[in-house]
């Protein structure tokens, strides 16, 4: 459905509640229309709307998939451990991208 349907141009995609309160973009705001642009081969357009989002992506298809295979195969096909750093890092990460992208620079 996301294929053939533009959020930017359907009003039935459901709206960011984060947005709404506080007129600031989450961190997964932009996340349905990167989506649909990635869809099309559209990198470039995709990372303007949600850089964050398309530098994860990767690494989550790369999770799901292991994922699938460890269901299917009873093993994955890497162990993945995370550390009690990283329980940190991705918290701090989306705050910190949060902050940044509402940032307004006057000029």
């Not at 947005?19 to 649909?36: E, F, I, M, N, S």
Request: aromatic residues 12%; hydrophobic residues 50%; proline residues 7%.
């Amino acid at each position: 459905m996301l294929y053939f349907f533009n959020p930017a141009q359907n009003g039935f995609y459901p709206r960011c509640l984060f947005k709404y309160a506080t007129g600031l973009d989450c961190p997964g705001c932009g996340g349905l229309r990167a989506t649909h642009q990635l869809l099309h081969g559209q990198i470039a357009a995709a990372f303007s709307l949600n850089p964050l989002m398309v530098l994860l992506l990767p690494l989550a298809v790369l999770l799901l998939i292991n994922e699938c295979v460890k269901q299917v195969r009873g093993r994955p096909l890497f162990r993945v451990k995370f550390s009690r750093h990283l329980i940190w890092v991705l918290p701090v990460l989306m705050i910190v991208y949060t902050i940044l992208r509402n940032w307004q620079v006057q000029p």
